[in-house]
């Protein structure tokens, strides 16, 4: 069955260190992977996704995510994380089988991430 | 500004009733997809439709249905409504049908008393 982990509830992190967002995904086919982030009272905002090709993506706000196929991770990364960053942030797949199969979405629990000044 | 509408914005009603939640997706965008964010559930996958026809199908209810129109707004319809369906009801919309990003509106609250 498809499912996506994310282990940690909450990322503490001081502002202007790295910032490391965990999630791993077990599919039957060839995935899509993305992340989402996700303010108060807001609806989810796209960062990056993940289809084919080079394994390291870079996506928007300064965030990249690595895609290790070995490992069935994608934790997201950003060097030099701000305050503005903190929120909450989504791992979600789609499984894909051929050209013409697609599973449903699914997302990750979701991490809280805590930039401190 | 997403560019995807929801409304209303908040819904109070009760157990039993029916509710329609509309959604007015990003111009140019064909598909459209619901969720439903709870504490207890996260974020679940309900449906997606694209330029009319069920593309893909998540945890949807039975009680739940949903329909995407020739203008390509969607409607989602929650009947014989639990105090467990209390949730945010979100829509997203994408170009495609596949890997393309999504854009959410800012949801629908739906509180069952």
């Known amino acids: 069955a498809q499912s996506v982990a994310q282990p940690e509830d909450q990322v503490n992190v001081a502002e202007g260190n790295p910032l490391t967002v965990k999630c791993t995904y077990s599919v039957s086919g060839n995935p899509y992977l993305f992340w989402y982030v996700q303010y108060p009272n807001r609806g989810l905002q796209f960062l990056l996704k993940y289809i084919t090709g080079d394994n390291l993506v870079k996506g928007s706000y300064g965030f990249e995510a690595e895609f290790n196929k070995s490992q069935t991770s994608f934790h997201l990364k950003k060097p030099s994380a701000l305050v503005s960053d903190s929120a909450l942030y989504f791992c979600a797949v789609r499984d894909r089988w051929g050209t013409d199969s697609w599973g449903k979405f699914q997302f990750g629990a979701g991490t809280q991430v805590v930039v401190t000044p | 500004d997403s560019g995807v509408t929801q409304t209303p914005k908040h819904l109070i009603t009760a157990t039993g009733q029916r509710v329609t939640l509309r959604c007015s997706p990003r111009?140019?965008?064909?598909?459209v997809y619901w969720y439903q964010q709870s504490l207890d559930q996260g974020l679940q996958f309900l449906i997606q439709?694209?330029?009319?026809?069920?593309?893909a199908k998540g945890n949807i209810l039975e009680r739940f249905s949903a329909q995407q129109f020739p203008d390509l707004h969607s409607e989602l319809n929650l009947s014989s409504l639990e105090l467990g369906d209390s949730a945010l009801y979100f829509c997203a919309s994408s170009v495609g049908d596949r890997g393309q990003p999504q854009h959410f509106g800012d949801g629908t609250r739906l509180s069952i008393l």
């Open positions: 111009s140019g965008d064909l598909s």
């Open positions: 439709y694209y330029n009319g026809e069920e593309r």
